[in-house]
């Protein structure tokens, strides 16, 4: 069930390129007739085509790179998760990247310092503020 | 622009005859197209964005399905390959007893939801038969979050064929109003794998923290079912503080484990106090700490049911402390924010504690939520 609707998905896919491509194909023949136009002097019928040209040619463009930017979208984000473990007794104090098996409150290796265990007291994931902020 | 076109070749007429022509023509017959067609345009515009959508929709299911596959490979080093048994753990589906005449549903409720529980626990056992209890409940986070995912895609998959076979803008259009939201649910269970898959503790987690920091140091015993309770003082008051039993990924049976506590000492408790993560409106900040009274918890209401009827048959107040995060925030990795509001939160309930109980008295402090990675 899955495939057969991803085939057809994929069908649609490949149908809109081939307009693209083909509306890309045509703006380019506008611009080179356009060009012709204007050698022989027809300048208003250059222009006009000219205008269709380039608006033909930013539109399949930007459908183009609109299709790529959602593909490079399709990425589930993993941001780096921490992991802080402390020493009870001295107070030292240290950061690194979350493995798996870390929990909070699980006891770690002794202190470099003193020969109390050490602990992880928290874990989390910092989040680069990137939300728009608004007036209210 | 288009509409500029033809007053300009009629303006300058004479220079460009056959093109001015040809460009009014065409000017007319987009007209003409737009006029009749414009909703069914409007319409592919929309299949478009929902295509769009459903692909991203069936990227992540299937790499949640490939991440879910792996995590038992690593830690359950099963025999023979699971993905097929994972497939068929995708599509089991849990049918919700009869509410006609809803007396009594609540426990009927129950009943189907521990059976489902058991039956998946069973299988993920099966499934990774090397790994230990933590990694079992974490494994089964896991593969529920994989669940969930394949049954968004589905549904959306749904309504979109439905769309195109139909044609009919009411069916596409309604699909296309809420998938900004099915979307960031989706984004949400995606990121909430990957956390269940590694053991990380998740935004949710906050209650189980809160209650983690308390009881830490203190003796806790098992009260069913899958939580633990401590006795510590706190404020001149015996606390007997409770959360899900961790690390593993669990929220445990909050209605039973109250009750038991209850019951245990013949309703002589002064106050309950829950903590919860709450869901934060747009605008509010992410951890911050807001008070109020009443059964802090959410799921499918069983639990809350059961609280609110044990503490009715002694009147014993109920307050609730949450943390403010959103859907996204409560389920993927905590947030630094949220991770330091466990202080702010702890001020908090010994605030209410001083206020609305005496010296000597005994309160129940429950921490509600997925303990995942969170110990005691
Ligand atoms: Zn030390």
Redesign the interface.
């Known amino acids: 069930m ?1 495939e057969n ?2 085939s057809a ?1 994929k069908k ?1 896919s490949t149908y809109l390129t081939m307009i693209v491509l083909i509306v890309l194909a045509l703006s380019m023949v506008a611009l080179i007739s356009s060009v012709n136009l204007m050698v022989e002097g ?1 300048e ?2 250059a222009g ?1 085509l000219l205008i269709i040209g380039l ?1 033909a040619m930013a539109l399949s463009l930007y459908v183009m790179i609109q299709s790529r930017r ?1 593909i490079a ?2 990425k ?4 780096k ?1 921490m992991t802080t473990i402390e020493c009870r007794k001295c107070g030292f104090k240290s950061l690194r990247e ?1 493995q ?7 006891e770690l290796e002794p202190c470099q310092k003193c020969n109390e265990k050490m602990m992880i007291t ?6 680069r503020e990137r939300e728009k902020t ?1 007036a ?1 | 622009m288009l509409a500029v076109l033809p007053a300009l070749t009629g303006q300058l007429g004479g220079a460009g005859d056959s093109i001015s022509q040809i460009l009014s023509i065409l000017f007319y017959v987009i007209f003409i197209v737009f006029l009749f067609y414009g909703q069914r345009i409007q319409m592919y515009v929309m299949i478009r964005e929902v295509e769009g959508s459903l692909y991203k929709l069936k990227y992540i299911k299937d790499e949640g399905r490939r991440i879910a596959i792996e995590t038992i490979k690593e830690l359950g080093k099963p025999q023979t390959d699971p993905s097929a048994r994972v497939d068929r753990y995708l599509d089991y589906f849990t049918i919700t007893p009869q509410s006609m005449d809803p007396a009594g549903i609540v426990y009927k409720l129950d009943h189907i939801l521990d059976v489902r529980d058991t039956r998946l626990k069973d299988e993920v056992k099966l499934m990774a038969p090397a790994s230990d209890e933590v990694q079992i409940n974490n494994l089964e986070n896991t593969l529920e979050a994989a669940m969930a995912l394949n049954y968004i895609y589905k549904v959306v998959r749904h309504y979109y064929i439905q769309g195109k076979k139909t044609l009919s803008l009411y069916i596409i259009m309604q699909l296309q109003m809420i998938l900004p939201l099915v979307m960031k649910e989706a984004e949400a269970y995606a990121s909430a794998l990957k956390a269940f898959a590694y053991g990380q503790p998740i935004g949710d987690g906050v209650g189980p923290l809160v209650a983690a920091k308390l009881m830490h140091g203190y003796e806790t015993r098992k009260v069913p079912k899958d939580c633990v309770v401590a006795e510590v003082p706190l404020e001149g008051r015996t606390a007997l503080v409770m959360k899900a039993e961790g690390p593993g990924g669990n929220v445990g049976k909050p209605g039973d484990a109250i009750k038991a506590v209850i019951d245990e000492n013949k309703g002589k408790i002064a106050a309950v106090i829950m903590i919860d993560a709450g869901l934060k409106l747009e605008g509010e900040m992410v951890g911050e700490v807001a008070e109020g009274v009443g059964a802090a918890i959410g799921g499918p209401g069983v639990d809350q049911f059961k609280i609110e009827e044990a503490l009715v048959d002694y009147h014993i107040p109920i307050y609730a402390v949450i943390v403010k995060e959103d859907i996204g925030d409560a389920v993927s990795p905590m947030r630094k924010e949220i991770s330091d509001s466990v202080d702010r939160v702890i001020e908090r309930v010994k605030s209410v504690i001083l206020e609305r109980t005496k010296e000597g008295d005994k309160v129940i402090i429950f921490g509600v939520g997925n303990t995942i990675g969170i110990g005691q």
Request: hydrophobic content about 50%; aromatic content about 20%; proline content about 3%.
């Open positions: 899955s609707s991803s998905t649609i027809n208003i019928a006009y608006i959602r979208e399709m589930i984000e993993a941001p998760v979350f798996r098996g870390d929990f909070v409150f699980k928290a874990i989390y994931k910092e989040v608004f209210f």
